[in-house]
């Protein structure tokens, strides 16, 4: 049984894969660009750009497992070229933004939700993994830090429950690897609430240096993160943020069911990651 990994350059991606590689399944990366994709576990990397379904045929064959990126637009066509190459069961990287409130008013809850709709109608065999908050969220602070210049936010106190990124692997990977799992929709966060300051302080701790955090208001935290991001996902991560402002919440509990162990802390993450911030 060969399972076929989307994603294989992102950093969730690539850890399903060293995962699956690590347990012993036979796997097939993925990659829009597989010649850029560099030297990976399993069989050569096949080229599937899941904006483009003429891809999908080929790096399908042979497939009975897929770890899935979100990909809305052409969901139903995968779902098709899915079932017509035999595939049995497709785990999702799914997000927590459609657990929200405004879901309805969320274009990362939409994106995903249009996938597991996609998935739920197909006879397929669905898990869908909704994560959270990422840790790997504070690599946006890499570069400040970097030049000492500490951070400057509109929502300093804002909340969330940053997951390890090899978290949401490994209960992809549990999901991947055996059936108990089908059908489930699996809710991953990290084992604490922490608010932004909260983090920007452990970060301090693993890297050596002071990290100091100032409060500006919204315009030029906006003007931050437009530098980087298209206005409309910036006023949704602001909205979020105000949202949570003084405000944490109980993490969940899927990590440890599902794995047998707590959720890694972000102060763990942090050392793993300190060299990106000094």
């Known amino acids: 049984m060969t399972i076929l990994v989307t994603g294989v350059r992102g950093r969730v991606g690539a850890a ?12 097939r990366p993925a990659s829009a660009d597989p010649d850029t994709a560099g030297a990976l576990p399993g069989e050569p990397p096949a080229h599937l750009d899941l904006a483009a379904p003429d891809t999908f045929t080929h790096a399908l064959k042979g497939i009975r497992k897929v770890f899935l990126y979100a990909r809305p ?11 017509a190459a035999g595939v049995e069961h497709v785990v999702l990287f799914s997000s927590l933004a459609i657990d929200a409130d405004d879901a309805e008013d969320s274009p990362i809850a939409r994106q995903h939700q249009g996938v597991e709709d996609a998935l739920r109608g197909s006879g397929l065999g669905w898990t869908f993994v909704r994560a959270g908050a990422l840790a790997t969220n504070a690599l946006q602070w890499a570069a400040p830090i970097r030049a000492g210049q500490g951070l400057r936010l509109a929502y300093p106190d804002t909340y969330s429950e940053p997951v390890h990124e090899a978290d949401v692997a490994a209960v992809s990977t549990r999901a991947l690897l055996d059936d108990d799992h089908r059908g489930a929709v699996l809710r ?13 302080e452990l970060i301090a701790a693993a890297v050596g240096v002071p990290v100091p955090v100032e409060r500006v208001d919204r315009a030029e935290h906006r003007a931050q993160l ?17 949202d949570r402002d003084g405000r944490p919440r109980a993490p969940l509990p ?25």
Do not use: C, M, N
């Not at 991953?188 to 920007?200: C, D, M, N, V, Y």
């Not at 437009?226 to 105000?242: F, M, N, S």
């Open 188 to 200: 991953i966060t990290g084992p604490e609430s922490l608010s932004a300051r909260r983090q920007a």
């Open 254 to 278: 899927d990590v440890e069911r599902v794995l047998g162990r707590g959720a890694v802390t972000f102060a763990e993450w942090a050392r793993e990651h300190a060299a990106a911030f000094r």
């Open 73 to 83: 637009d052409t969901a139903e066509r995968f779902v098709q070229e899915a079932t």
């Open 16 to 27: 399903v894969l060293h995962q699956l590689h690590h347990a012993g399944a036979a796997v």
């Open 226 to 242: 437009t530098a980087v991001l298209p206005e409309a996902i910036a006023d949704i991560l602001l909205d979020y943020q105000k």
